[in-house]
Every structure is written in structure tokens, then in C-alpha cells.
């Protein structure tokens, strides 16, 4: 306890200095954090391996894709590498046609949610990882790298409603000249658009060669054995009413699906249940706080999370949507706390080698939604969120 202490002091003094962690103190924290947390799973269920998403802002497409994978592995037996880059690639059109639509009024975002990867297999198919050039490659490097790819296609996507030719035009500029009196978006700028995402991120196949089988995207999915209509989120919020459906409204949920909002204890019940019957559930939720860069994820002492916590703490920004991952089980630590293991999106990083460990209490306070199969959910849950 003591080593843990001086541990908490040390990067609590860090933090305060604003002082920029290096990779030695990285590793340092990720060795006493080692030394000091021990682990034991109580329910630990089948995942894919574990992916990297780099530079590029695309955890929603790693960690969903991750859960449909570890669906597959629950239905099946099989495991499948599927492409995030294809996703990629069908979301960030939908969601520039949807900044024209919105004639502006709209984000273009590297962000997403679970919803974008559903809606994306339901429409055009899905594609195994070795269908499309690797991630990065096409940049140059070894990993997802969007560094130089969004900024260009952010720019081309506001030329489609930006009366001059400046790439640096502002979201007011574009506001301003898509909501003037006959103002129209460019003619076939969905073409220029798309040569952007091909150009960085690789061109979609039409049909594809898969162990000896060609497939086209949408029969390919249909191959996996997945009904975009068993998945559900699930929410808890009370500036909504409960037993309800409302779009979350947070930046990257531009799909504008809606979750079914529940208190928050029912909540982490539907979440232990689906876990103890086998059914992994992909999470969305906020990282900024205590989630260490080594692999937990805890509250600080003495902080106790509940509904209204969690609603002031989302009214105003202190909690917000900024990360998807894949829980797959549940764990104690050496003091028989519970604990989540969580597969992360940022490659065989800290102690854990890609594994997150989440208090349950961390989950209460910091989880904007889960999502799921509904097949999942008890029976008298299932009935309520019939759409």
C-alpha cells in the first residue's frame, strides 16, 4: 500500500505541473502499478486479438468491430479479422452527405459510435482486413495514421457547401454560405470526396476473395451469421425520462440513434447478467478522467458514483463520449473489489498488454452507453424496448 501511495503522489504531482509523461516514466508507472495490483478473472469470455488504432481517432470502429468479432466467436466457433478501414470509408461519406444535408450545421469528426459500424454492415456489407490495403500503409505507415488524410478530407467536405475555394473555411463560413439565399453544394462533391478516402484509406472491394470463396461486402456479412437487428444501446441519464428511447446528445453520435434510457443500477445489472450468460457487450464512454495509461480504470477515494453524479457531472462537461471498448469479463483485485477486463483499441500497450482493468464503480460513473444483443437483455427488459 505504501508503493502505491508514493505511486499516486508521483503522478498526482505530475499531472499538476502540467509536465508531459515520457516513455520511461510510462514504464515505470506500468511496473509499480504491476507490482502493486493483482488480478484474478471470475468470468472471462472469448475475444479476438487485439487491434491498434493508432493515430487515427477510430475506436468506435476498432472496439465495435472487436465485439460483432467476439459475437461471431459466441454464435460460431469463428474468428474473423474484419476490415475497420472499410468502415471507415462508408461512415466518413454517410457522415459528409450528412454535413451537406445539415447545409453545415453538422460535425465532420473522426469520432463515431457503435451505431455508425451497424448501420455501415447493414447497408454495404463488411470485408475481411486482407480485402484492403492495411491501415497506414498507404501513408506510409505500419498503422491507422490520419494525420495528413483528415485534415484534407475535412477540407473537401466543407468545399461541397463553401462558395469560394479556401480549404481553411471555418464551420460559421460554411454555416453562413450553405443557409444563403440560393446558395447550392457544389455539383459532384461526393465524387471528390471519395477520392480522398480511397487515396488514404483504400478503395472498398466490390467482390473479394476469402479462403477460397468470392464474396461480395453484403453476402459476406450475411456469411457471418449477424442480424443488425438483435443490437441495442442502452443508456442512463435524467434529463430524459426513463423507459424511453432518445438520441445522446454528444458530438460523435451524429447518426442520431437512439439509445433506451434506464436507471442506472438496472443498468449495470443488464450488464452483469450478459456477462454471466456469455455475451460480451461493446461499451461507450468517457477516458478522460482517472484511466490510467498503463490498464485501470478507477475513481478517485472517497468519490461515490451515483444518477445524479453522473447527470451533473454530464451537464456540464466534466464527463463526456470519447472512447468504445470491448468488456469481456469480470475480475477481482487482491482485495476482492470488482473489477471489468476490457479490451482497449490502442494495441498490446501497458501492464496488461491491451487489457483494461475497470472498477465497477468507475463503470457506474463514466459509462455514456452500453451496447448489445437484446437477445440478451431479461426478458421483461426485452419486451419494453420492442421498436
Excluded at 49 to 59: E, L, M, V
Excluded at 153 to 159: G, I, L, P, S
Excluded at 258 to 286: F, H, Q, R
Excluded at 301 to 322: A, C, I, M
Aim: proline share 4%; with cysteine.
Amino acid at each position: 500500500m505504501r508503493k502505491r501511495l508514493l505511486l499516486i503522489l508521483t503522478l498526482c504531482a505530475l499531472v499538476g505541473s502540467g509536465t508531459v509523461w515520457a516513455q520511461e516514466n510510462l514504464q515505470q508507472q506500468a511496473k509499480a502499478m504491476q507490482e502493486t495490483k493483482a488480478f484474478t478473472a471470475v468470468k472471462e469470455l472469448p475475444i479476438t486479438s487485439i487491434k491498434n488504432q493508432w493515430r487515427s481517432g477510430t475506436c468506435w470502429a476498432y472496439g465495435t468491430l472487436g465485439y460483432l468479432e467476439s459475437e461471431i466467436l459466441r454464435q460460431s466457433g469463428r474468428e474473423y479479422n474484419l476490415c475497420e478501414m472499410f468502415v471507415v470509408n462508408k461512415d466518413y461519406m454517410d457522415n459528409a452527405a450528412h454535413f451537406v444535408r445539415m447545409h453545415g450545421f453538422s460535425q465532420i469528426s473522426q469520432g463515431g459510435s457503435c451505431d455508425d459500424v451497424l448501420d455501415v454492415i447493414r447497408h454495404y456489407g463488411i470485408c475481411p482486413e486482407e480485402a484492403m490495403p492495411a491501415p497506414g500503409s498507404l501513408v506510409g505507415d505500419s498503422l491507422a495514421n490520419f494525420t495528413k488524410f483528415f485534415p484534407e478530407f475535412e477540407a473537401t467536405v466543407r468545399r461541397a457547401i463553401v462558395s469560394d475555394d479556401s480549404v481553411a473555411a471555418d464551420l460559421v463560413a460554411a454555416q453562413i454560405a450553405a443557409t444563403t439565399h440560393g446558395a447550392t453544394p457544389r455539383a459532384h462533391w461526393q465524387d471528390s470526396v471519395q477520392a480522398v478516402l480511397d487515396r488514404y484509406v483504400g478503395c472498398c472491394p466490390e467482390t473479394f476473395t476469402y479462403k477460397g470463396k468470392t464474396y461480395t461486402p453484403q453476402n459476406f456479412a450475411q456469411s457471418l451469421g449477424l442480424n443488425p437487428d438483435d443490437y441495442i444501446s442502452l443508456t442512463s441519464y435524467t434529463h430524459h425520462p426513463f423507459r424511453d428511447w432518445f438520441v445522446i446528445e454528444a458530438p460523435y453520435k451524429w447518426r442520431l440513434k437512439p439509445s433506451y434510457n434506464i436507471p442506472i443500477e438496472e443498468l449495470m445489472d443488464v450488464l452483469d447478467k450478459a456477462i454471466d450468460a456469455g455475451y460480451t457487450v461493446a461499451w461507450g464512454g468517457d477516458v478522460s478522467g482517472d484511466f490510467t495509461r498503463t490498464g485501470t480504470a478507477e475513481l478517485p477515494s472517497g468519490v461515490k458514483p451515483t444518477q445524479q453524479l453522473r447527470q451533473e457531472q454530464w451537464n456540464d462537461w466534466r464527463f463526456t463520449y470519447d472512447h468504445v471498448m470491448l468488456i469481456y469479463g469480470k475480475a477481482i483485485d487482491e482485495f476482492g473489489r470488482p473489477y471489468y477486463m476490457v479490451k482497449n483499441t490502442w494495441g498490446k500497450t501497458g501492464t496488461y498488454q491491451g487489457i483494461w482493468y475497470m472498477s465497477r464503480d468507475y463503470m457506474i460513473l463514466n459509462t455514456t452507453y452500453i451496447f448489445l444483443n437484446r437477445n440478451a437483455l431479461p426478458k421483461t427488459l426485452r419486451k419494453a424496448v420492442r421498436l
